[in-house]
């Protein structure tokens, strides 16, 4: 047979073609369905969030193999625990149809979820060796509390929400640790409004659940006392990152922050947390009109920082490429 352009070949050439095709596609879909179970995107800015905290600490400078080594670690221990997530929440998320789940659609089996949680926990405890002692202790107190909310914890009220926002404070504190035993207050501070970012926003994924959580016997705030309820306590939370934003201004927690007026007017803007960072790496390279100008929201808070964070370390590398001429 002859196609188009001349070519001979006959149906077994064809079948041959069309099976490599379609191994193609399922590797392609298979490759994207492990990206959805690890939260790839999700847990490389979690990463990230312990190469900020160094910076904000001032203890990271240029290329610091410790920072790396806490930046995988990170990254692991956030892919392990988002596949342990969907390997014990496999009901939870089949009555809660959460058809963005790739085990939910059977585009992966389980066991790649437990064998992804067990494989990146173990790498996780291998690293830790690698840091000092005060910063392996964190990650080796930390990582048994994660895989115990996923196994069980999660079923507990207060307990579940604690423990993700404990997750937060656990990074930024592990950024300040890896390369020496202080805590600054800078970081203390950033790691309380951490904490309450991470209630606020377990509340309020937890009453998209709702309905399957009650079903199943998982309580939760939203399962205890109503979705009004949850959402408010939210709602306030958030309202009290809002309030405590410009406490750097009025206290002195930094004194690249304290009385600084710019800070002061950016707490009004959605772009404070960029100003907030640059303004705590390098206090001459910080000007207003890096400030972006977009509509804000309480309700898109997380999406917004993961953003400006973005934005953030891109212009922290373009200040370090023109200062190295």
């Known amino acids: 047979m002859k196609n188009g352009f001349g070519f001979v070949y006959d149906v077994n050439t064809e079948v041959i073609i069309s099976m490599y095709a379609g191994q193609k596609v399922m590797r392609a879909e298979t490759l994207h369905a492990f990206s959805k179970l690890i939260r790839l995107e999700y847990s490389l800015f979690l990463a990230a969030s312990v190469l900020l905290s160094g910076l904000l600490a001032g203890d990271l400078h240029g290329f610091q193999l410790e920072y790396l080594i806490a930046f995988f670690i990170v990254f692991l221990s956030a892919v392990g625990s988002f596949a342990f997530n969907d390997y014990y929440d496999f009901e939870v998320d089949k009555r809660n149809d959460r058809y963005d789940r790739p085990l939910v659609l ?172 640059l303004k705590t790496v390098d206090e001459e390279s910080v000007k207003t009109e890096h400030l972006p100008v977009e509509e804000t929201s309480l309700s898109h808070y997380a999406d917004r920082v993961h953003g400006l964070l973005n934005r953030s370390l891109v212009l922290i590398k373009v200040d370090w490429n023109e200062e190295g001429g």
Do not use: W
Request: aromatic share 12%; net charge negative; with cysteine.
């Open 106 to 277: 059977g585009l992966l089996p389980r066991r790649v979820a437990l064998m992804t949680g067990l494989v990146s926990f173990s790498l996780v405890l291998i690293l830790s060796q690698l840091l000092n002692l005060l910063a392996m202790t964190l990650v080796l107190v930390s990582l048994p509390l994660f895989f115990l909310y996923n196994v069980g914890l999660k079923r507990m009220i207060y307990v579940n929400n604690a423990l993700i926002a404990y997750a937060y404070v656990a990074i930024i504190f592990l950024g300040s640790l890896v390369s020496d035993a202080i805590l600054e207050p800078l970081i203390v501070y950033f790691a309380a409004m951490g904490f309450i970012d991470g209630v606020a926003f377990e509340i309020m994924l937890d009453i998209g659940d709702v309905e399957g959580d009650e079903e199943l016997g998982i309580k939760t705030l939203s399962t205890r006392f109503g979705v009004k309820t949850a959402a408010q306590v939210s709602a306030l939370l958030y309202g009290s990152i809002m309030i405590l934003d410009p406490l750097p201004f009025f206290v002195m927690i930094d004194p690249r922050l304290y009385q600084d007026y710019v800070l002061l007017r950016a707490h009004t803007h959605p772009g404070r947390f960029l100003y907030f960072c």
